[in-house]
């Protein structure tokens, strides 16, 4: 993977078996890179990404299943949406099982139904490039199909550019960079913590705003514990400064793995540095809940790599999904398709941050019944005041050093 371009991160999202590992799969084998196990992961992080691919599979009947009211197709756009995923690609995928096969009409069929939904969504058509391909075969996926001379390839419009073309791999290549939040504090949520032989405690995690470097002395809430960062890496090669976007891992001194893990959030211990939340006010959408949800209800939330049990202490006002007007003052309960205003509370300590801070700290998704019920973005947090915390040996010297 070359080194020059910006790192954009894609979340591929639609019905289950429409095809979303096979189309990967086969552009990243392409391209040279990857394993499978990467894939999978990426499916998971949504609301991490810049960028959703919505496959949907054009086969007989398959469309029909993915769109209809209980089909994930649909589901799976909102979400993105919601998520403040603004950008989208459309593949229309298994073409070759079309009747007839690669079939023009069918495509078009398509391409309209879902223009209609992702438009109701809050998705603006012209800016979404739409692309017939068969991930199993490879049509327009790196390279112009035969199959489909019909096809005179995607076009989107958008106030930072318009851009043209006709394969899948094109349209990802015309994804905008987002604007990397390197001015805001630091704020790296952590994906994993390593201990390695001869050098110690890994913490390992995406960094989502701020700067990371070597010799910085970074909190991590909510478990309070301040340290000196000895190294910065990604791919194993040392890094003199990690910005937005960087998955990287870096070794911390005198901090056992039993101290840190993930979920918990690094940041600068000088500039706004993280805090547990004792609570916090979000905007929640309820999707697909089959009863009536009440205060008290305490379903698990997944928040940038947190995953807490969380209770909605109050149902504050229930509003309009699209405009955000209040329809009702202290709701009884809520159900699936309502937006509200609601107060939540960890059930552990746990840092998340307003969505107008911290984007990436500020959206949530809500699972119970081992699916999303809600999804959520968060207007403002009631922060702990840390007590005494652990602050290491190492921690100490670097801050009188200063």
Known sequence: MGKEKTHINIVVIGHVDSGKSTTTGHLIYKCGGIDKRTIEKFEKEAAEADCAVLIVAAGVGEFEAGISKNGQTREHALLAYTLGVKQLIVGVNKMD???PPYSQKRYEEIVKEVSTYIKKIGYNPDTVAFVPISGW???NMLEPSANMPWFKGWKVTRKDGNASG????????CILPPTRPTDKPLRLPLQDVYK????????????????????MVVTFAPVNVTTEVKSVEMHHEALSEALPGDNVGFNVKNVSVKDVRRGNVAGDSKNDPPMEAAGFTAQVIILNHPGQISAGYAPVLDCHTAHIA???AELKEKIDRRSGKKLEDGPKFLKSGDAAI???VP????????????????????????QTVAVGVIKAVDKKAAGAGKVTKSAQKAQKAK
Do not use: Q, W
């Not at 032989?197 to 390992?204: E, K, N, Q, S």
């Open 97 to 99: 099982s079309t009747e």
């Open 137 to 139: 075969n490879g049509d």
């Open 166 to 173: 006709t394969t899948l791999l094109e349209a990802l290549d």
């Open 196 to 215: 390695i032989g001869g050098i110690g405690t890994v913490p390992v995690g995406r960094v989502e705003t701020g700067v990371l470097k070597p010799g």
């Open 310 to 312: 969380c209770k909605f």
């Open 342 to 344: 609601v107060d939540m």
């Open 347 to 370: 059930g552990k300590p746990m840092c998340v941050e307003s969505f107008s801070d911290y984007p990436p700290l500020g959206r949530f998704a809500v699972r119970d019944m081992r």
